[in-house]
Structures are given as C-alpha cells and as structure tokens.
C-alpha cells in the first residue's frame, strides 16, 4: 500500500470526488477576494513600529536593548532630540519594543502590507514629523490602464 493510500488521500472509486464537489458547492470560500476586500485587523494587531519623536524620547536606550532582533536603533541627532531606525526586515513586529519604551513615544501601527523588492528599502528612520497614515489606493483594473494609456506616436525612419 502506498503512503498516499494509507494516509487515505487516494480515492478508490472514479467518481467520489463528486460528492466532495456537491457538498461543498454552497459553502463560502474560506478566502477573501485580497486587496479587493480589505481583512478586518484585530485592535491589538501588531504592524510596523512608529517613532514619534515629538513624545519626548530621552535617549534610555529600552527599546533598544529589548528587541530581540537588533532591530530598533536610537541615535541622537541634537540638544535632547533622538532620531529612531527601524530595520523592518529583521524586525519580527513582536512590540516589544514599544511595550518597553518609557515615554511611549514608540508604538505599533496596523500596516501590514511592506513587501518590498529591494531590502534597502526596508529602513525606516523617523527623525522628524511622522509619516501621515496611508490613504488606500484605489487599483485600476487592466482595461481601465488600457484606456488611460496615452498613444504614442510612430516615428518615421
């Protein structure tokens, strides 16, 4: 007997798929229709890491020593003002860095969507006003970019 068989992932007769197919033809799909629909984050859902440096940071070096994954770096840029990196790709969004810091001046944004093709941009360093929040772009569809797409004249040789 195979190990297909044994783990009963074979099915012996041609036609028991069907039943599978019938039975399930009324269910929702376990998946969304992502970006389409956006997922609904829970209120203690851990994204990126936010410096604000306005909160009063006074350069205690907490989050630093607390993040696991040398992540969070806190330099000093002047006169009790401290500028914060954040490498989000070794980053594990675990918060502890904000759970440690004293002045809460680091917390836990809902972004999630940071894939990037090239890991220099994966840097994040806060020195002045944070970023304003992200407002969702809205995604042309294929034919919409075929219609928008400017013609480009022909060039004669």
């Known amino acids: 007997m195979s190990k297909h068989a044994a783990a009963g992932l074979v099915h012996t007769r041609p036609g028991a798929i069907w039943r599978e197919i019938t039975k399930n033809l009324g269910r ?8 389409k629909e956006r997922p609904v984050l ?11 440096p306005k ?3 006074v350069g205690c070096m ?3 020593r607390d ?10 840029i002047g006169e009790k003002q401290f500028s914060a990196t954040f490498n989000l790709d070794n980053c594990i969004y675990c918060g502890q860095c904000a759970d440690s810091c004293a002045k809460k001046v680091i917390s836990m944004s809902k972004e ?4 990037a093709f090239d890991r220099s941009t994966l840097t994040n360093t806060t020195d ?3 970023p304003p929040p992200k407002v969702a772009e809205t995604k042309l569809s294929s ?15």
């Open 143 to 157: 034919e919409e970019v075929a219609c928008e797409t400017p013609e480009i004249p022909e060039t004669k040789a």
């Open 67 to 76: 993040c696991p994954s040398d992540a969070v770096k806190i330099s000093k």
């Open 62 to 64: 907490l989050c630093v």
């Open 42 to 52: 829970p209120p203690n859902f851990r994204g990126r890491p936010v410096f604000n």
């Open 55 to 57: 909160g009063g940071c």
């Open 128 to 130: 002045s006003d944070p």
């Open 112 to 115: 999630f969507e940071l894939a």
């Open 28 to 35: 929702k799909p376990a998946t969304r229709m992502y970006p």
